[in-house]
């Protein structure tokens, strides 16, 4: 079945360093491709997201591009701030349209925290 | 400001009670998810709705977990028996294409 590996975390960063956090996932077929984030005591909010191979989703700084050769999704920021501190997590639903949104399967989650 | 609202917030119960948690879905939404989320296992479906018709409840121990929809406003998740391994963060989102809405999940405590 479908699944989502993301690094382990917790990751700690100084305030504008680079940020890397690592996702692979297996599937069948073509799935889309998501970054969801959780800041502490709410609900997710999706990031970004890419629907089809080579596409480059981006929001707030971050991106992340579809890799279907390497089944990849890292996701990237140039220079995290304090507020980016959060937890992340990397997700994709099947392929399919089926006349609305399909299930979503997550990885575990990296949390983020960026020092001043 | 179109959000998706759970309720409780918080609920703390002795194993054995019964528990129901509530979710409004963004008006208009036509699926309606419930998660579970552990430091465990992470984030885990239950159970999804498509136009109030369940799609999947595969992810839900059938013997003490049902999730229903009396109406397009109106999701609910029970569990009878509660146990304390059911202690968790339980989310509900809906989403029309694409993107998942979440709302802030009610966090259960079963003693």
């Known amino acids: 079945g479908n699944s989502v590996t993301q690094m382990e975390g917790p990751v700690t960063l100084s305030e504008e360093a680079f940020l890397t956090i690592n996702c692979t996932y297996t599937a069948t077929g073509y799935p889309s491709l998501f970054w969801y984030v959780q800041y502490p005591g709410e609900g997710l909010q999706l990031l970004l997201k890419?629907?089809?191979?080579?596409d480059k989703g981006s929001n707030k700084g971050f991106e992340a591009t579809y890799r279907k050769e390497t089944t990849s999704f890292h996701l990237e920021k140039g220079s995290v701030q304090v507020s980016d501190s959060a937890v992340y997590f990397c997700?994709?639903?099947?392929?399919?349209?089926?006349?609305?949104?399909?299930?979503?399967?997550f990885g575990k989650g990296t949390k983020l925290t960026v020092n001043p | 400001d179109a959000r998706v609202t759970q309720t409780p917030r918080h609920k703390v119960t002795e194993m054995g009670q019964e528990v129901t948690m509530r979710c409004q879905p963004i008006l208009g939404h036509n699926t309606v998810f419930w998660y579970r989320q552990t430091m465990m296992q992470g984030l885990e479906l239950l159970a999804y709705?498509?136009?109030?018709?369940?799609?999947?409840d595969s992810g839900m121990p059938k013997d003490r977990f049902s999730a229903e929809m009396p109406d397009a406003t109106l999701a609910t998740l029970k569990i009878q028996p509660s146990e304390p391994r059911d202690s968790a963060v339980y989310f509900c989102a809906s989403a029309l294409t694409g993107e998942l809405f979440f709302g802030e999940g009610s966090r259960l405590t079963v003693l």
């Open positions: 997700a994709l639903s099947g392929s399919g349209f089926q006349g609305g949104s399909e299930k979503l399967v």
């Open positions: 709705f498509r136009n109030r018709a369940p799609l999947d």
């Open positions: 890419a629907t089809k191979a080579d």
